[in-house]
């Protein structure tokens, strides 16, 4: 009963995606407390770091001496590992260099209004005192581009409060959201259209669904009676596989409860057994 | 439903015929690419048997003294314990997701429920290359087939290196197995290579009891595992994905 509800409010995000009108997810006024410019894009890293590196032999003549060594290697291993997701990151970065005046361009108040409207929300940019009462959301996006620039991911953490100056929140989460994977020729000329609309209203469509789905969620416990089971879904071009709790929601898409309590909305890949829905166009 | 133990006990004694089938250590044979030909012509029916899986453990590499390995042993305990209640069930369907790969390009295959003992098999007078140690050819009429296909995971669970006392990287997911195809009325291999797929945690490793981000990269190697197996069988002029690390 309570999957069938989250679906209903899940499917009420989804349609608020291709539709004007706003779409309430709860009775509750919702207010967007926007967070400062700018908005943050990197590249997805698909090459994930792997265990290597040469041999270690460290003297040990003692115990003081082993553990100082065990220390240092920790030290040593943490850095290299650092450092190689660096050199990783910066070169997957690349591929935003033609959307660079694009995305300096973004802000985040934009980006909430659209969703904001969507939602059914009201937006309270940085800095602006709050006077409503009902659900305040902090959150802190960040945007990734796909290396075949076929999607575009939001991981976004959120924070629910009641009050204004709540120093704990009563909810909080990591959504991750991906977009439809783009069939277009050229995706680079689909992004850049028309001054990159297409890209700044994925943007919000991405954050608009990843806001209602906390909304939703944080309003009962919809995944108690689901079984965990592992999931394949699109991202771009490339299959991924999360193992986590899982509700369709139609449009080939789901919502994803993950081992670690996070939250995702994906879409399925053709191969996620049974689960497949027809697409929406 | 066979018990913990009795799952140990059989997937002892395959591993222990496999390692048989393949030979001893004076004999060393190489992997085997997937002869396309032999499943092109008319290759009889074939049998697919998959070997018992192992239960889920941690598997320490490097650690080569025997303090050494105390020492990663006892710093993963706990990481064991958890990789030791992680359930196999999704690989259960894959003999029979082979068998239907198999059909899909047209050919005879039936899947074989039973467990079987290599070791009860006689060994071949003289053992060639690419060829089994033991003489196989009673299934023929046993199973009414004229070549059997095996699939054997040897590792499942979670992987760490080690370079003496000290680890040289997170722990991943892991599957090692691999994959035969035997004609049995002369004892070649027509496939044998090995099957590995190893996924790295997103994010922090060392999150006990549940160890969530490690548990999600088990699941990811236990599918890319799947999918190298069948990637063999889908495409016939594919090359079989052997390594996904």
């Keep these: ?281 | 439903m066979p018990t913990r133990l009795t799952h140990k006990l059989l997937f002892l004694l395959h591993a222990l015929g496999l390692a048989l089938l393949t030979g001893c250590a004076s004999f060393v044979q190489g992997p085997v690419a997937l002869d396309q030909q032999a499943l092109t012509t008319t290759p009889g029916k074939i049998g697919v048997v998959m070997a018992p899986l192992p239960v889920p453990s941690v598997a320490i590499e490097g650690a080569g003294c025997v303090l050494c390995y105390l020492f990663a042993k006892n710093a993963l305990s706990e990481l064991n314990e958890h990789a030791g209640s992680l359930p196999v069930d999704d690989l259960l369907s894959l003999k029979a997701e082979v068998v239907d790969a198999l059909r899909a390009r047209g050919l005879d295959a039936e899947p074989i429920d039973e467990v079987i003992d290599f070791t009860t098999f006689p060994d071949v007078e003289e053992r060639q290359p690419d060829h089994t140690s033991k003489d196989l050819r009673a299934l023929r009429s046993k199973y009414g087939i004229e070549r059997l296909l095996i699939i054997s995971v040897h590792r499942l669970g979670f992987h760490r290196l080690y370079s003496s006392y000290f680890p040289r990287g997170n722990p991943r997911g892991e599957l090692a197995g691999s994959g035969e195809m035997i004609e049995l009325s002369t004892g070649r291999f027509e496939w044998l290579e090995p099957v590995y797929a190893a996924r790295d945690v997103a994010g922090e490793w060392d999150e006990p009891p549940s160890f969530p981000g490690l548990t999600n990269a088990y699941y990811q190697a236990m599918e890319a595992g799947r999918d190298a197996f069948l990637n063999v069988f889908s495409a016939p002029n594919q090359a079989a994905p052997v390594s996904s690390r």
Excluded at chain 1, 32 to 48: G, K, M, N, Y
Excluded at chain 1, 138 to 161: E, G, I, K, N
Excluded at chain 1, 245 to 257: E, S, Y
Aim: hydrophobic content about 45%; proline content about 6%.
């Design chain 1, 1 to 281: 009963m309570n999957a069938r509800l989250y679906l209903i409010g899940l499917l009420l995000g989804t349609l608020a995606i291709t539709s004007p009108v706003a779409a309430a997810t709860t009775s509750e006024g919702i207010v967007l407390r926007v967070p400062a410019d700018p908005v943050p894009w990197r590249a997805v890293v698909t090459e994930s770091g792997t265990a290597s590196g040469a041999s270690v032999l460290y003297p040990a003549p003692s115990p003081e001496a082993f553990l100082a060594a065990l220390i240092t290697h920790g030290i040593f291993n943490e850095s290299s590992r650092r450092s190689r997701e660096h050199a990783l990151q910066a070169e997957a970065d690349k591929v935003l260099e033609p959307y660079a005046a694009i995305v300096a361009s973004m802000r985040q108040v934009n980006l909430a209004k659209e969703a904001g409207t969507r939602l059914g929300a009201s937006v309270a940019a940085t800095g602006q005192a709050i006077t409503t009462t009902g659900l305040i959301l902090d959150y802190a996006p960040t945007y990734f581009l796909t290396p075949d620039q076929r999607a575009v991911v939001l991981a976004v953490s959120v924070s629910v409060r009641r009050t204004p100056n709540a120093t704990e929140p009563t909810y909080a989460n990591v959504v991750r959201a991906v977009s439809q994977p783009l069939a277009a020729a050229d995706p680079q000329a689909w992004w850049l259209a028309d001054n990159g609309a297409h890209m700044h209203s994925e943007a919000a469509s991405l954050l608009q669904s990843a806001l209602a789905a906390v909304v939703t969620d944080m309003q009962g416990d919809p995944w108690r009676d689901i079984a965990e089971r592992t999931v394949r879904y699109r991202e771009g071009g490339n299959e991924r596989v999360e193992r986590a709790k899982f509700i369709p929601t139609g449009c080939n898409r789901a919502t994803l409860r993950t081992l670690r309590g996070e939250l995702m909305l994906v879409p399925l890949s053709t191969r996620t057994n049974g689960e497949q829905t027809s697409p929406c166009e």
